[in-house]
């Protein structure tokens, strides 16, 4: 990783943090991230995340080790020196200010014109379509309209780098993948570098140029999102990242390429070894659900076969979600496309279920 | 059609309007509310709105003159009280009525206190007046006497003057008595109450409305017998003054009886000697020369005055104004002034003191806020009077604080501060005492600002200092706002701790109140300081409404 502390923009350098002294909430975190970049930081709560987020923004310090912002490193200046926008959780707009004067705010810390002010202000405003609601107050505004706000304030005095600290949380489900596309438009627009706080994981891959999957402290996959959902590196990011069917077993070889695993109950698959090394490793294979095909004649040659018990059946529009038992698991689940030639699959009914050995990777079993 | 374009009232389903179908559905449910504050508000309504509005009520009411000395009041009207002359013989006459009546009802001492407080020295004129007035018509009593015995005769004077069915009754009353009493039987039964004779009130009115007055005083005195007590002396100075007014024609349609006795008097009367009742007054004090005192007397015969208000206020009611109060006597102004001026000192120490800590306390982890907050809230376990006394013994002279800074070397031990008896020692002491009033609103302000916000500004690259001032700080403006009306109400009406650690120059209006209330018993001075009091801090309170608002008011 030290390459990167070269080229990056935004540098962690075995970064630590503990708040008690006793335990590390982030564990040795590095991670460069290049200017222009939108960098979207998903992992559960207390997974240290948001501390990482604090710490940029100067709210924390770091323990150990070295942030550096353009090169320099920010570990000793004061947040209002850092010139970072921010987006908060509930927005933070102040509720005794007016839309236009939550937006002059920074500006006017700036020493900026008032002439000047006021034009950046209406530009922020049009820019996240709020031009006419410069006189409300914030209380007078939807949950969307403040969220625009928030954001057209930590953009007004054109900061460099943005951060947002899980912002769509408090909206419903129509205005927030509206907000996503939005967000996304404007950060590539402006061509500002973004660091996207969340644990929503939809979010992360539909906004994200490269995702960061925190867990206890460290990351556990960067990676670009359609990287990370389908050749995930471990059995936490392969279960947090989508749904996923998980099948444990016991290697039994590895050879060009191809794990042969043993399930628990006696059958014989092959896999992708992703982290595992050798022959008497437990490991946890992971099917993705709509990668598992019900159609025998849509199966290529090599597809493995495999007995399964349908559970349930459920019905959810564009596609059908079936409950399986596949190798003693109950909780096998495939997802079918709605399509006119598709069978809709009754409890009880007996089947061969088949998937390819590549989409099928061998990952580490959780202890 | 939106239900807004539909014209008429909104109907219920079943056709009744809307409004009274929705009363109809809520009345139980407020009948219920109304059942369950009921003991408390009539509890409330005894004990503690109708005294206050009783109280109220005594800053302008003024009866006891007009009751005590009806006569007087009435005659003392068309008196000028700048000819430079007493009243003449008609008032003094009516007020030798009132008088002996008041004597009789132990009244005039009562009265006396009450116009002292208009004048000085009315207490003991009245006293004074009070033994001396019994005697004033006992030269025209001779004089009747020596022209006909019967005038001495109690059962006669009664006989005259009641009304004939009383005259009845109390034969009868007597005869029971006397079978009573030769049958050896306790007899408890109380004399008929009194009525007068209307034909004879018709011509001698003055001596109907005294005799009237002597007889309901008989009877109210352990229930006496008129018929057995010969009339008070001014009885005869009212038979005079009626004698010498009439013509012999109205005594001709009295009775027989009434006339028997009537007619030579009234023949008599024009040849007896003349009683000079303003010298008698004069004899019994001078006062009773000058038109002050008289004048005093009219301008608060009235049963309504703003006396009492005026004198709230430095102003005194006299006969010819409202004028001020001389110099020495002003205190009022000053020490609503005063309380005024230190409330709102103490009002600003503790937003100084306050503020801080109930910052700290927000923004501490919660194990050590709680633990801030009990020593906050400890002060509040202690009696007031225990932390009060306890200020005694820090700042007095020969304190600990003191001995602390002599110790120290930064005051000499010939200049040890006064810090005690002083509106300083009132201050320091109210503040610590109503600090935490001050604390918890703020506090509780304090604890709903996000921390977030402060973050946001500091983001957008505001100081500590500008995140503060300009987010942080305008947010706790209802907190702040909170606990100044809280400490400020308070403070304006504190009692015990300006009584205990005040000395003279740190006393509050309320000390004064107080003192009206116990000690000078000027209730009615009392009370309009006490009104005055309530509609100052009323008119804070909506000026504060007009300004800031008081819906942005949070006790938390």
Redesign the interface.
């Known amino acids: 990783m030290t390459a990167a502390t070269d080229n990056g923009f935004v540098v962690f350098d075995r970064v630590q943090k503990s708040y008690d002294g006793e335990t590390l909430v982030v564990k040795d975190l590095n991670l460069s991230i290049g200017k222009g970049e939108f960098l979207t930081m998903l992992g559960p709560s207390g997974s240290g995340k948001t501390t990482c987020l604090m710490m940029l923004a100067g709210f924390e310090t770091a323990t150990h080790g070295e942030i550096l912002l353009d090169g320099k490193p920010i570990n000793n200046i004061p947040p209002h020196k850092r010139g970072i926008g921010m987006v908060f959780q509930n927005y933070a707009l102040f509720p005794h200010m007016t839309v236009a004067e939550n937006l002059a705010f920074p500006l006017e810390v700036r020493k900026f014109g008032k002439s000047e002010r006021e034009e950046k202000v209406q530009r922020a405003l049009e820019m996240v379509q709020m031009g006419a609601f410069g006189g409300r107050r914030p209380a007078q505004l939807s949950g969307g309209q403040q969220q625009r706000i928030a954001l057209a304030r930590a953009l007004v005095f054109e900061p460099e780098l943005v951060l947002m600290d899980e912002p769509l949380g408090a909206l419903d489900k129509q205005l927030r993948e509206h907000m996503q596309f939005e967000i996304t438009r404007l950060a590539h627009n402006l061509g500002i570098t973004t660091v996207y706080v969340t644990h929503d994981q939809t979010e992360a891959l539909t906004m994200s140029d490269r995702v960061a999957v925190f867990n206890d402290g460290r990351i556990q996959q960067l990676a670009a999102p359609d990287v990370l959902y389908e050749e995930p590196v471990n059995s936490f990011v392969a279960q947090f990242i989508g749904e996923n069917n998980t099948l444990l077993g016991t290697v039994t070889e590895i050879k060009g390429g191809v794990a042969v695993v043993r399930l628990d109950d006696g059958e014989l698959i092959d896999a992708k070894p992703v982290n595992v090394t050798k022959p008497g490793d437990r490991t946890l294979v992971s099917i993705r659900p709509e990668r598992v095909e019900i159609n025998k004649e849509r199966l290529s040659p090599n597809a493995h076969l495999i007995h399964a018990e349908v559970l349930e059946f459920i019905y959810m529009g564009d596609i059908y979600r079936t409950r399986l038992r596949v190798a003693g698991n109950d909780d096998f689940v495939i997802k079918t496309r709605n399509a006119p030639d598709q069978r809709r699959l009754k409890p009880g009914e007996h089947i061969e279920i088949g998937w390819l050995p590549e989409d099928c990777r061998a990952l580490d079993a959780p202890a | 059609m939106t239900e807004a374009t539909r014209t008429g009232p909104m109907l219920a389903a079943d056709g009744t309007p809307l409004k009274r179908s929705l009363q109809r559905a809520l009345r139980a449910q407020k009948l219920r509310a109304l059942m369950l504050i009921a003991p408390l508000l009539a509890f409330i309504l005894v004990t503690f709105v109708a005294p206050i509005a009783d109280m109220l009520f005594r800053s302008v009411e003024n009866q006891i003159v007009s009751d005590t000395l009806p006569r007087t009041a009435q005659a003392i009207r068309g008196w000028d009280h700048n000819s430079g002359e007493p009243p003449g013989d008609d008032v003094l006459a009516a007020f030798t009525i009132d008088m002996i009546a008041a004597v009789e009802r132990k009244q005039h001492t009562r009265l006396g206190t009450r116009l002292n407080y208009e004048q000085n020295g009315l207490s003991s004129l009245f006293r004074k007046t009070g033994r001396g007035v019994a005697d004033i018509g006992e030269t025209y009593r001779d004089q009747f006497a020596a022209l006909d015995p019967a005038w001495k005769d109690a059962g006669i004077w009664a006989n005259l003057f009641a009304d004939p069915s009383w005259r009845a009754d109390h034969d009868a009353w007597e005869a029971a008595r006397a079978a009573a009493r030769t049958a050896g039987r306790p007899f408890a039964e109380p004399v008929p109450a009194f009525r007068l004779n209307d034909d004879l009130a018709d011509v001698l009115p003055e001596t109907a409305d005294a005799y009237l007055d002597f007889a309901r005083a008989v009877q109210g005195n352990r229930n006496g017998d008129p018929a057995a007590r010969a009339p008070w002396p001014p009885v005869y100075l009212a038979l005079y003054r009626d004698l010498t007014a009439i013509g012999v024609g109205r005594i001709a349609t009295l009775d027989a009886e009434a006339q028997a006795l009537l007619d030579p008097a009234h023949y008599a009367v024009r040849s007896f000697e003349r009683a000079d009742l303003a010298a008698i007054y004069r004899d019994i004090d001078r006062a009773w020369g000058q038109p002050t005192v008289w004048a005093t007397i009219q301008t608060f015969s009235p049963a309504y005055t703003p006396g009492y208000f005026l004198t709230a206020v430095d102003l005194k009611q006299t006969p010819d104004g409202i004028v001020s109060q001389p110099a020495d006597q002003k205190i009022y102004i000053m020490l609503f002034q005063r309380t005024l001026v230190m409330s709102l000192a103490i009002m600003a120490a503790c937003v100084l003191l306050g503020y801080p800590i109930a910052f700290l306390l927000a923004n501490l982890p919660l194990r050590t806020s709680n633990l801030l907050l009990i020593l906050v809230l400890l002060p509040f376990w202690t009696s007031l009077l225990v932390r009060t006394s306890a200020w005694k013994v820090l700042l007095q002279q020969q304190g600990v604080i003191n001995d602390i800074l002599v110790w120290i070397g930064i005051v000499d031990n010939a200049g040890r501060l006064i810090l005690i008896n002083n509106q300083t020692g009132t201050i320091i002491a109210m503040t610590h005492i109503l600090l935490p009033f001050m604390i918890l609103p703020l506090y509780s302000v304090m604890k709903t600002i996000?921390p977030?916000?402060v973050?946001?500004?500091?983001?957008?690259?505001?100081?500590?200092w500008?995140?503060f001032w300009?987010?942080y700080f305008?947010?706790s403006v209802p907190g702040i706002g909170a606990g100044c009306i809280l400490v400020f109400i308070l403070a304006i009406g504190y009692y015990i701790t300006p009584e205990l650690v005040g000395g003279t120059s740190g006393t509050f209006i309320s000390n004064r109140i107080a003192y009206h209330i116990s000690s000078s018993l000027n209730w009615g001075l009392a009370a309009a300081l006490g009104t005055i009091l309530l509609a100052v801090v009323l008119a804070l309170y909506w000026t504060y409404d007009r300004l800031v608002g008081i819906d942005k008011v949070n006790l938390g």
């Open positions: 996000p977030s916000y973050r946001a500004a500091k983001s957008l690259g505001a100081t500590n500008t995140a300009r987010v305008p947010q």
